[in-house]
Structure formats: C-alpha cells, structure tokens
C-alpha cells in the first residue's frame, strides 16, 4: 500500500468518544472544550456505534422546530452511521470517502482507534507537496548552471555524448534528452570530471556537492514514488541543501554586462495592460511582447511585476523558484511569457528580481502544446503526450519502433507534417521507403494532396512530408492558421499510414 492510515495516524492520541445514552449536553461540552467537529459515539463496551457532529445536531434541531429540549436528549437521537476504515487502508482510499462525510472513524477491534479528518488529509498532502516543491527549487537551480554551461546546441550536445554516451538507435545523439534529465542526471552532468573544472569557484567543494544532491536525490524519489511521508531530519535535509545552493556564486552569462533596460511603460502607465482571454498574467505576456525591440534581456523586480498585474504575486512567487520555472504546459505564468516569446534565465529572490531573456525556444513550446491538444481532440489515443519542449520539432510514436509521426519548422519558411523513418539501419529505411513510394498515387489520394517523398540521403533516416508556409515568429492569427492546418495534415497523414505501417516486413 502506498501510504496506510496507520503510517499517518499512529503517533496520535485516541479519539475522545462520547458513550450513546449520554445526554447531547455532555457531547456538545466536549466538543466546545476541544474544539472538535464531531465525535464518535461508543456502547458501554467501547464499539463503535456512529458519529455525532455539529452537522447532525443542527439537522435535528432544525426539523424538531424546537419541540423538545435537543440538549435534554441522549446522543443517539442526533447520531449518524460513521465512515469506518482499518488502519491498513489506503489515504486515497480515504479520500473518497470525503465526498460525503467531514470525518473516518478508524477502528481496531471493532472500537475508534484514531480520527482522520479532511483537515488531516489536507495538512499531508500539503507536506508532500511543499517536499516536492522544495526538490524542484533545487532542480531549477541545477538547470539554471547547466543552461548557463551549455548555451549553445552543440556545446550542450557535446557534453550529453560524453556524460552519456550515443543513443542505441540514433548513434549521433546522446542516449539522454536535454530538457528530459532527471535530478540524478543532472548530478552527474556536473560533476563529471570535465564538467566540474568548468564550476570551480561555484559549487565546489565537490564532496559537499555531492553529499547534499544525493540527499535530495534520494528524497525526491521517496516523494515521488510515495514511499512514505518525511521526516524531520529529511525535510531539514532538504531545507539545507536549498538554502546552500542559493548561496552559491552564479555564472557568469554571456551578456551579463550588458544594460537590462526597464520599458518605460512600467514605469509610467502600467494601468495600460489589462488581463484578458488568457487570464491574470496576460498583462505579463502584453508587456513583455511590446519589449521585444527594447533588448535581449529585461531584468523587472517583482514590484515592476505586480504594477503590471495590478494585484499581488503569490506566496510562492517569492518563496520557490519553481514558481518561475519555464514550464508553460502546467504554469500559466509561464505560459504567459513563453506565449510573448521570453523565458525566465534567472530569479533572484533575496533581491525580488527575475531576468527574462528572449527566446524562440519559448513560442515553439507553446506552439506545439496547443497542437497536441487538439489533435488529441480529433484522434483520441494516438498520442500520450502531456509536455513539450522549446524545439523545433515534435513528434509521437506511430506505434511501430523506427517509425514517428512529427509536426516541424524548417528552413524557408516550412511548417512540416511528417511521417520520419529511422529503423536503425539506412539500407532497411530506404527499403521500406520504397515500398510506401510503390503506393504513391493511391496514398495521396487518400491523403487528400501532394506528399513530398524525400530519401535525405546526407542522412539516415528517410521522411514523407507535407508542407505549408510558417514561421514560428509569425503572428498569432497565422499561428491559428498554422494549427489548424498541421491538425487536420496530421490526422489525415495517420489515418492514411499507420495501418501500411503495421504490415511492413521489417527483419
């Protein structure tokens, strides 16, 4: 079980009950003087026979309109049946059980032995949840070095191959995906012997490094993969290693020394930005698409930010990196500025001040979650995808190994909607290739319109495309224009090839 009842409740102490024939006076006095909501309700043998709570009293006296003295009464006369479960159930299982009552009666031996509350249920899942939001202040932190290591694609593709060496299948690209590493490859990134020369003066000394990161690490997984709730020692564990990170010296980037000018609208009219049909950060994303012409960089305090919204950040805002992680498919804030085409390169929050930097990356990783949403839409079950990442490509499986289907911006100006092949092996792709080429008229046909059917014979694979004009830094209704288009392509293109796919003869 991932987390039973006993594991949360143990160490407290048994419930107060209030026996049946006692009057509801005496109930109402226990649950004033504790502050309780309700109360179990026990025979003379300690069983359990229901629940009284401020609920059932108010009903009762409601609907008896005061005809009788309700505090002269005995408990049973407001009593409910109480939502009973063994110590060896499950939280979640619990959880559903809130739907309808406030309060679970846990018993042993037929007798209440420990209360669990929604309060309860929220108090835990809120410490499970700050841990993890802890774990990925850290990572961010992580990735924030990283990035500022490697800033271009083949320096960052350099350091993948020679940490963790080629892929098994594409032997020219590392066996790891750069915007997919976990914690622990993160670690081992930077402190591979020719990676950590690079931080000396920064994280070092390594020992500490190393000894608080697998502390998280380990942590990270516990919480993860629910192995039980945390306690004092590894939360103060996760607390330090935090707080020893965010004192450490940063990098330094490359256009550190340049001036990070303020618009001057921030300062003069922010009342001009208004929220509107993407929410309470929009005002961010206007702001931040009006600067695009003012500089690379654009550093704003969280005060600038607040004019701009006209209302307070969150808590966490303050309080957790996480908060400004560029993660646009689940943060609306980031989706915000990804949306305008910028990116969060640092936070400082002793200082209240978050850098922006403009990056293409951003509008390709918005452009493509909105794609797959839709697609989903119109041809459930093809894909599983629940994130992107600031590329020019994405793409799913076809449900074959070698095969994938893909939506990609290329050169000249080309939105492309692709079926790639890459079995492994050049003369097998060419193969199959040829096979599908066989059908070129009738799969076109099919299709609706003209496929290109290019062999790319500088590389590997092969791929069977159609084409539109776009470019990521078009504007938001040719993007419309844009999704719309790759949308139907897409569906059609898998209806017209993924059952050819299954019947290829592959060896």
């Known amino acids: 079980m991932l987390f039973p009842l006993e594991s949360l409740l143990k160490d407290r ?3 107060l009950c209030v026996q049946v024939d006692q009057r509801l006076a005496s109930a109402l006095d226990l649950m004033l003087k504790h502050d309780y909501s309700q109360l179990p309700v026990v025979d003379r043998q300690g069983r359990l026979k ?3 709570s401020e609920k059932t009293i108010i009903r009762s006296y409601y609907h008896q309109k005061a005809a009788v003295s309700l505090l002269d009464l005995t408990v049973d006369h407001c009593m409910d049946t109480a939502r009973r479960m063994d110590p060896e159930a499950e939280v979640f299982d619990a959880l559903d059980q809130f739907r309808d009552v406030p309060a679970i009666v846990v018993v042993k031996n037929d007798k209440p032995y420990r209360i669990f509350t929604l309060s309860d249920a929220t108090l835990f899942f809120r410490e499970l949840s700050e841990g993890l939001m802890w774990v990925q202040d850290i990572e961010v932190t992580l990735r924030q070095y990283t990035d500022v290591l490697f800033d271009d694609e083949k320096k960052r593709e350099a350091a993948m191959m020679r940490v963790f060496g080629p892929d098994r299948q594409d032997t020219t690209k590392p066996a790891r995906e750069y915007d997919k590493l976990s914690l622990g490859d993160q670690i081992r990134l930077l402190t591979h012997k020719e990676v950590w020369g690079k931080l000396e003066g920064k994280l070092d000394p390594k020992r500490s490094f190393e000894e608080y990161l697998t502390q998280v690490r380990d ?6 993969h629910f192995r039980g709730d945390l306690d004092p020692v590894q939360r103060d564990a996760l607390s330090e290693a935090r707080r020893w990170l ?26 001009t930005y208004s929220a509107g049909e993407h929410g309470k950060y929009e005002p961010l994303e206007r702001f931040l698409r009006d600067s695009s012409d003012v500089s690379p960089v654009l550093r704003l305090t969280f005060d600038d930010i607040e004019k701009l919204l006209h209302e307070p950040l969150p808590p966490s805002a303050r309080n957790h990196r996480a908060w400004w992680a560029n993660d646009p498919d689940t943060h609306p804030q980031a989706a915000a500025w990804a949306r305008a085409g910028w990116r969060v390169d640092d936070v400082d929050q002793n200082v209240g001040a978050v850098l922006f930097r403009r990056d293409t990356g951003a509008l390709y990783q918005v452009f493509f979650a909105d794609v797959i949403e839709r697609f989903k839409q119109v041809r459930p079950g093809l894909t599983r995808s629940t994130r992107t990442s600031p590329q ?4 799913f499986s076809s449900g074959r190994t070698g095969f994938a289907f893909a939506w990609a911006f290329g050169k000249g100006n080309q939105f492309r909607v692709e079926l790639y092949i890459d ?15 066989a059908q070129r008229e ?37 993007h419309a224009q844009l999704r719309a288009w790759g949308v139907d392509a897409m569906a059609r293109l898998t209806d017209v090839f993924r059952m050819r796919i299954r019947e290829l003869q592959i060896s």
């Open 442 to 478: 009738q799969i076109e046909a099919e299709f609706g319109g003209r496929l290109e059917w290019d062999k790319l014979p500088a590389k590997r694979a092969c791929r069977i495309f159609a084409a539109n004009q776009g470019n990521i830094k078009d504007s938001s209704d040719q």
């Open 50 to 52: 229901g629940i009284v």
């Open 423 to 437: 079995t492994g092996s050049k003369e097998q792709n060419e193969r199959v290739f040829e096979e599908l080429l």
């Open 13 to 15: 102490e048994e419930p």
């Open 246 to 271: 965010s004192t450490r010296p940063k990098l330094a980037r490359p256009y550190e020394s340049m001036p990070t000018p303020v618009h001057p609208m921030i300062r003069e009219a922010p009342q």
């Open 392 to 395: 020019n490509w994405w793409d």
């Open 219 to 224: 942590i990270r997984n516990q919480l993860a």
